[in-house]
């Protein structure tokens, strides 16, 4: 190789870097602008990997950081508005996505100036103004555009009731001459989805989100359609100031407070750094249930002069940093929207997602629930689409992103008839905005469903009887099915297993997985290998045959399983539990009367009705009846008095809330039911006690509300061992003193 060959590749990196560089750089600036317009093409995470990406070539190849860079430049602006000049720049947050970086930022500073106090704040997820005050009088508002210069919104803002026309005179803190105040306009996360209802109903398209709400709202020509909206406002920083020289960030927040200007009630000032990740922690927890939506947390140096000293770039201060959660919302394509049937028969339409990483895990489905939701969202096929998922919770299309249509999308039509059967889908009673597919008995969709559910750990529990299992029970590609329906599933032979072949499904979609090298869909023998090569014999799996001896074993299940395993409409496992326990025996629930079915303490009419219809039905009862033969218990024996841990907690409604060290939830429930008490899942005054584990939630701040004695986790055996103790004298108690094993102080 000679010695000009590495220069040469240096160039080349250097020439790809520049044209990357160039891109983005245009890309940025024009989601800079429809970020503005409140009309985003793509979502803020997506940004923010843009950003950084820019940020990195530029920190690869600093000669490309031109002033005109993104990375230069706080925002932009559209001249919609009356320009107009900010008394003084508008900064921007320097983002970061980790701990390590808010130590590595919070040691930058303290290498600096030691013993800095941080102020900590949510960073609400609303739009930037600035509103100038000139003896106390609201002269002007304005939005941030490009930080020097904004666009004047005064007469918008004038409609947002938070916002002060005249500041309050309060004692100790004098009405300054000039006051510029910075601070986030937003929309309260209880009225979005009101406002996006109306949006669809006359025609127009919802928002993604609530901040491109504020931002649409805001920027109305019509100042009377912006006092439609319910827009608030809290305050986060100042500009220019005359007549008033606060010490503190928090000092200052004390002055705007009495002068009428909301700041947030979520700021602390803390003195570590470690208090500061709790206070992310803390708040990254609460995310969704804060008045306004947030995107992260922002940390500041509370004291107004160490501010100074540390200054700051072109566009972010040095003594402020804004960590920014992980993203729960992307944009995706809406490839197609697809019906899938459920195991009670319901057509529910499902989008298919070209796949996206959200809030740690690939998604390519997302239930659209019914005709009418994917009306209500306004959504087409060939959208982009705001996606979330918010926790633990199943994925959803939250809207489509309006200002990426080309026209281009199409309505998605519900289909008539079943995609699985091909029967005529029908509501199942009048008013019923679900549509349904009437081929109970062998719908293949329906019965496949079924019998997943059946095996499935709220029910029968049967190790090893998987999606593909029982695909292949119902659908077998070649030869007949070998159930018709469920009532068949405790009499299975390995023999009548081995020959099935059948094409792999998606278990959150049903839909056959293609073999990516043939365009093929997958098949696959789930119970027999691949026959003997020499021999040609056919010999079953080891999972067949375990799932074989699972079904054996569990012929031996509660009866509240068994009833859970008939997939009767609106009977889940609570429902299951409250007939297995009334009535002990499912012969005594299938001849009870309606009445004496909806008396049940947590059954009701509806409940009472569907299992009233499905016992009426031929094929449900000969279900019953071959699963009996089978031997399939039928009834739970009554305990045995002698054998009955003592009734501690005889009559006591319990909640049970968070993890308890040592128990399953249905464990503990059921520990709490075998010493007489009842649980509930809600808490009201006559809740008895709550048991609160680990993180245990709004349950536990509504039993502190209304006085309901509270059992910490780790005091649960002595709960179940004594009951409550006895209720402390008034004078003295309070939620501790009442708590099992508390000491009195
Ligand atoms: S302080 C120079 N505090 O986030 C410091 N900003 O991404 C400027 N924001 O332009 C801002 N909540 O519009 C600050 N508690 C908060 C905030 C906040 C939201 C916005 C603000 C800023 C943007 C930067």
Known sequence: MDGTAPERSNDADFERARERHETLAAEITEHRRRYYLAEPTISDSQFDELFHELIDIETAHPELQSNDSPTQQVG???EAFTPVAHLEKMLSLQDVFSLEE????ADRITAEVPGEPYLCEVKIDGLAVDLVYEHGRLARAATRGDGTTGEDVSANVATIDAVPQRLKAAEGFDVPELLEVRGEVYFPTDEFDRLNESQVAAGKAPFANPRNAAAGSLRQKDPSKTAERPLSFIAHGLGALKGFEPQSQSHSYAALEAWGLPTSPYWRVVDTIDEVFAYIHEFGEQRHSLVHEIDGVVVKIDRLGTQRRLGATSRVPRWAVAYKFAPEEVNTELLDIKVSIGRTGRATP???????RVAGSEVEFATLHNADQ????????????????AGDVIPEVVAPVAAARDGSETDFVMPERCPECDSVLAPASEGDVDLRCPNARSCPGQLRERLAYLSGRSCFDVDRMGYIACSALVEPLDTDPVLVDEGGVFDLRIEDLLPIKVVVRDPDSGLPKIVEATGEPKVVTPFAKQPDKKTGEILPRKNAEEMLENLEKAKRQPLWRVINAL???????VAAQALAE???????IAEADESAIAAVDGVGPTIAAAVKDWFAVDWHRAIVERWRAAGVRMQDDAPDPSELPPQTLEGLTVVITGGIPGYTREGAAAAVKARGGKTTSSVSKKTGAVVAGDKPGSKYDKALTLGVPIVRGEDFERFLADGLPPAEPEAESDSEASSVGSEPE
Do not use: C, M, N
């Open 582 to 588: 009334h009535f002990g025996d499912l012969d005594r």
């Open 567 to 573: 997939s009767i409409r609106h009977v889940g496992p």
């Open 374 to 389: 994917v009306k209500a969202k306004g959504v087409k096929i060939g959208d982009t689409v705001v996606v979330r998922k």
């Open 102 to 105: 808010v130590q590595a930022w």
């Open 350 to 356: 499902y989008a298919v997602l070209e796949p996206v």
């Open 76 to 78: 932009t602006f559209s």
